[in-house]
């Protein structure tokens, strides 16, 4: 467990936002005549940019993914995250333990814009921890399953992508982060299913963000 940078993603391992969000495009494809429960939209649409399954939010809807859509859900996305967001269990005294152990080599390596990320970790208290080292899909050639954020976030750290370990919580971030070389770790909460996670390519799952803290780098 000798890493020399920790590499997080965001959505569902620093905050708790995965449910808010999917619960507004819930809504909204609802508006459009598409119905499903919390549970399928999250199946469907975690790990993934919204621009990234235009052809099957049109092929549902029957509707064209316009600019005005994606601005209004997200204002709402915004809106709700701002009212409900909270941190995840645990993980603001992992990421101090490891900002001190790692000598600031940590980084936020997340497939959501970065208005949000910023916003989100502001909310929670975390935002002082990775100012700097901010890494957002929207702003490399390719998003996650791509490696290209993570690469990003291991090339400003100066950090082998070799010597880097990875937190995950989903197929498609794991996929991006091994693509670019590096540990990855699952965050598999309570019932989370761990095998899919374990066969993306992740080399172990965790359940609390308690076990970060045993990484001595």
């Known amino acids: 467990m000798n890493f020399e940078a920790i590499l997080f993603d965001c959505d569902g391992v620093l905050v708790d936002s995965e449910?808010?969000?999917?619960?507004v495009l819930r809504d909204m494809f609802e508006a459009q005549g598409w119905r499903m429960t919390l549970a399928e939209c999250m199946q469907r649409f975690v790990g993934h940019t919204v621009k990234s399954q235009r052809s099957v939010i049109e092929a549902h809807t029957g509707q064209p993914l316009t600019?005005?859509?994606l601005a209004d859900f997200y204002a709402l996305r915004n809106e709700r995250l701002t009212q409900s967001i909270?941190?995840?269990e645990g993980v603001h005294e992992a990421v101090a333990h490891l900002h001190e152990h790692c000598q600031g080599r940590i980084a936020v390596a997340s497939g959501a814009d970065r208005l949000k990320i910023e916003m989100m970790l502001k909310q929670v208290g975390l935002l002082s921890f990775f100012e700097g080292r901010i890494f957002s899909g929207h702003e490399m050639p390719r998003s996650k399953p791509y490696p290209d954020v993570y690469l990003a976030a291991a090339a400003h750290l100066q950090i082998d992508p070799a010597r880097c370990l990875v937190v995950e919580d989903t197929t498609v971030g794991i996929t991006a982060g091994v693509a670019a070389g590096a540990t990855v770790w699952a965050y598999a909460p309570g019932s989370t299913p761990r095998q899919p996670l374990l066969d993306a390519g992740a080399s172990q799952s965790f359940q609390h963000m308690d076990e970060l803290r045993l990484i001595k780098p």
Not at 19 to 23: D, L, N, P, Q
């Open 67 to 69: 600019d005005e859509w």
């Open 19 to 23: 449910a808010i969000t999917c619960g």
């Open 86 to 88: 909270t941190a995840i």
